[in-house]
């Protein structure tokens, strides 16, 4: 009964039929009997999965679901959301993980038993790794944090009683002058940025939400004994209180009595639990196929591909980046944790304690779960704004990684005037990211060691130069990096990553390590070279840390004085400060490019089409493309669609550039369209005459938006023959529409000759020929360019001199 709860759409039900979505809409029309929608709308209607499987199953219809896709199904159209299904399953694979024969025990049976009996269980887990408390509220209001299983309000200190149940938004503040927590509002939404705005992702990532708004009457932080490790820690203010009423302080516990402090999760009640019964046990197989810890990894994978403008995602190549710039810790914390990739990148080593806090209760909670799942450190996480709420007043941590939100106004400026994390100056307005950088630098131990992934801004924004000057002159920031573009998102814009050190008793390293990784940046979409990154940026980190210093690496590293930089503008940007790379990387491998360039222009003389012959005009029976595609001679799809498969995206810029696959689509309910080769890929788009014919190394990938696949049959058709056609610009002009600001290509009114096969093959050889012919041109004319660039980059630093000797010292050769 449990999986009518369960919904799913129509493009949903053709996978589990093997069948297309036109398919589907034929059954609702044919077939009386086929389930009615229960949720949706009327243009994309939802439907309870065991009524459609029973149908299916009753029409012989029924395709062999992998169970990957059937867990998936089920989370995807949970009743209470995927989230709260996430941390269901979650808690469920814990479960699984720690105590197996505890879950064979308690599945047995029916699903109402599991659910009634399921609340203890749990609390046998949840409660050493987390400290949670029941999800039964003696009082207060029934909120989002009960379903989903997130507390994110404190419980007064020294109280037996059983926890309140609070409303989500809920987080304590302390009162200054005042040891005990007075409960404060605030609340974990933030507005909307416009630099850090989620961005299509690739595999399982950290995700930040979106961060969130002022707090009223915040305070200073209070004394806090240290937690236990089962037990998470309460979100307080640092700012000063507003409110001039006077506040009782409570009596003191016991010295050695450890404060009662809010949970990250709540364990879910039965009656929460009883519609994720079909989930658990479907997760439970899952867990038996590829292991606890995986299948919770590919369900959050999932869920964070599916909504991809939800979230803002840090790669995980730059979480483990981030995670060895920081070295090993006993101790690390993640301010701003997202799904905790930051944190679960750090290596793991006997008795670590892993801390996270988040604004989005969900997140927080999921954080928790992934990093109980991965590793046995000690996991404490708490919901809540981290500037306005800080959960760790009194945390020392060997480590602190973060990836805050960028270019953030109401980030707290007005209530934490006064906030003592404000070490090195009060960060303006506009400077969000550095306040998150002193919050950084106030959590540390002594010498301990922070990592920020940084906007470009922020290293030369004029507001910001008095906070840039004290951490240089304090030796609290230790290195800037600048990564390529594509790094994370924003993709288009060169991030920065800043290593930063509490300073401790020892002196002051007068020199600080810019890097510029730039010439690392992957084409197109693809990202750019991790490798080659993580090796220049580790290298050249280690070496400046054992030294102090770093010896120019041209175009690359080098260390600057402090003293340099302390002018009025402190701009830290890498790129200001290293010379420019070595003229083509060298004397040597600029003589390889022109060698690579006189090859590439022999092979384009010799591909040179012949003189053509005069003809007069053939006047050949024409017909469409629409008319073939109806006589089936070929097959037409449109692209668009990233479907479940995690492969590379065709865009029609890669089609106009003749280069390799290099986009990404987000995951949808519709299949993907991927190509074969000897189809026909043409941009809609744009007014250009282009037809590409899918080689072998391009076979497979997605088709993109904006483009049209023609798949011919090859005993009617031949594809050079019918990309040549297509190309004609007369052909191209009769067949487009022209719009306001773009041309849009009609493909069914493109027009090609009826011809014999025979006939066909040898207009398509020719045109074949001119296609190598014209990619050879592209290939020169980018060795032409990159030779240019380093003759004037030679030129204008003197290795090169204008007779053109080469001189790689750098020296120009005298006359």
């Not at 297509?726 to 022209?738: F, K, P, V």
């Amino acid at each position: 009964m449990q999986d009518n709860a369960t919904e799913v759409t129509a493009a949903g039900i053709a996978r589990l039929a093997g069948v297309g979505r036109a398919a589907v809409s034929n059954w609702r029309r044919r077939h009386a009997d086929f389930p009615r929608p229960v949720g949706g709308s009327e243009t994309s209607p939802s439907f309870a999965l065991a009524e459609v499987e029973a149908w299916l199953r009753k029409q012989g219809k029924l395709a062999e679901v992998p169970l990957r896709e059937r867990v998936w199904q089920q989370l995807a159209g949970h009743p209470e959301g995927p989230l709260t299904a996430l941390v269901h399953a979650g808690c469920a694979l814990l479960l699984i993980c720690e105590r197996p024969t505890v879950w064979l025990d308690v599945s047995a049976g029916s699903d109402a038993r599991m659910a009634a009996v399921l609340p203890g269980a749990l609390e046998q887990v949840l409660t050493p790794r987390f400290g949670l408390a029941s999800g039964r509220a003696v009082h207060g209001d029934r909120s989002a944090d009960a379903a989903t299983g997130v507390n994110t309000a404190d419980d007064a200190p020294g109280v037996d009683a059983a926890p309140t149940e609070p409303t989500v938004n809920a987080a304590p503040a302390t009162t200054r002058g005042n040891p005990s927590p007075a409960p404060q509002t605030v609340n974990t939404e933030r507005p909307a940025h416009p630099v850090n705005t989620p961005s299509t992702v690739h595999n399982t990532q950290a995700a930040h939400s979106t961060p969130g708004a002022p707090a009223t009457a915040p305070g200073t932080p209070a004394a806090v004994h240290s937690p236990p490790a089962v037990h998470s820690v309460p979100a307080t203010s640092g700012a000063p209180a507003t409110s001039g009423a006077p506040v009782t302080p409570r009596a003191p516990a016991p010295p050695g009595t450890p404060a009662r402090r809010p949970p990250t999760l709540r364990t879910p009640t039965g009656p929460q639990l009883l519609p994720s019964a079909p989930l658990l046990r479907g997760s439970a197989e899952l867990a038996a196929e590829v292991g606890a810890r995986q299948a919770f990894e590919f369900l959050l994978g999932r869920h964070l591909d599916a909504n991809p403008r939800q979230y803002t995602l840090t790669p995980a190549e730059l979480a483990g980046l981030m995670a060895e710039l920081a070295g090993p810790a006993r101790s690390v914390l993640d301010p701003a944790c997202g799904t905790g990739a930051l944190l679960r990148a750090v290596e793991t080593r006997p008795g670590q304690e892993l801390y996270a806090q988040d604004s989005a209760p969900d997140l927080a909670a999921l954080t928790a779960l992934r990093l109980a799942l991965h590793s046995r450190a000690t996991v404490r996480g708490t919901a809540g704004d981290t500037l306005r709420a800080d959960a760790y007043p009194e945390l020392r941590a060997d480590a602190v990684l973060c990836h805050p939100p960028f270019n953030e106004r109401n980030w707290g400026h007005d209530e934490l005037a006064y906030d003592p994390r404000w070490e090195y100056g009060f960060p303006a307005r506009t400077e969000s990211e550095l306040a998150w950088v002193q919050h950084a630098l106030a959590r540390l131990t002594d010498g301990g060691t922070a990592v920020l992934l940084m906007p470009p801004a922020a290293a030369s924004r004029r507001s910001g130069r008095r906070i840039r000057a004290d951490l240089l002159r304090r030796g609290a920031l230790r290195a800037v990096v600048a990564l390529p573009v594509g790094a994370a998102p924003p993709y288009n814009i060169p991030l920065h990553l800043w290593v930063l050190r509490r300073p401790g008793r020892s002196p002051v390293t007068p020199e600080i390590l810019l890097v510029d990784t730039g010439r690392f940046a992957g084409e197109g979409r693809n990202g750019p070279d991790w490798p080659a990154v993580r090796d220049a940026v580790l290298d050249a980190w280690r070496a400046f840390a054992r030294a102090g210093r770093l010896d120019e690496r041209r175009g690359l590293a080098r260390s600057v004085a402090v003293i340099e930089l302390l002018d009025d503008d402190v701009d830290l940007a890498p790129a200001r400060h290293l010379p420019p790379p070595a003229m083509a990387d060298g004397a040597e491998q600029l003589t390889a490019v022109r060698e690579r360039l006189g090859a590439t222009l022999r092979l384009t003389a010799d591909l040179t089409p012949p003189p053509a012959d005069p003809a007069p005009p053939a006047r050949w029976p024409l017909t469409t493309v629409g008319e073939l595609a109806r006589g089936s001679a070929l097959v037409m799809r449109a692209g668009g669609n990233g479907g479940h498969a995690r492969v590379p995206v065709l865009t029609d810029h890669d089609v106009l550039a003749g280069t390799a696959p290099s986009g990404t689509l987000p995951e949808s309910e519709e299949e993907a369209v991927l190509t074969e080769p000897g189809d026909v890929v043409v941009p809609v788009l744009g007014g250009g005459s282009v037809a590409r014919v899918i080689d072998e190394a391009t076979g497979g990938a997605v088709l993109g938006r904006n483009l049209v696949l023609l798949r011919p049959d090859r005993t009617a058709l031949d594809p050079w023959f019918l990309a040549g056609f297509l190309r004609g610009t007369a052909n191209n002009r009769q067949a487009s529409s022209y719009a306001s600001t773009a041309t849009r290509l009609d493909v069914r009114r493109l027009q090609l000759p009826r011809l014999p096969l025979e006939e066909q093959r040898r207009y398509g050889a020719r045109f074949r020929a001119l296609d190598e012919f014209e990619r050879a041109l592209r290939h020169a004319s980018r060795l032409g360019e990159q030779l240019v660039r380093g003759m004037y980059d030679g030129l204008t630093d003197g290795t090169v001199t204008p007779e053109g000797t080469v001189t790689p010292e750098g020296t120009v050769t005298p006359d």
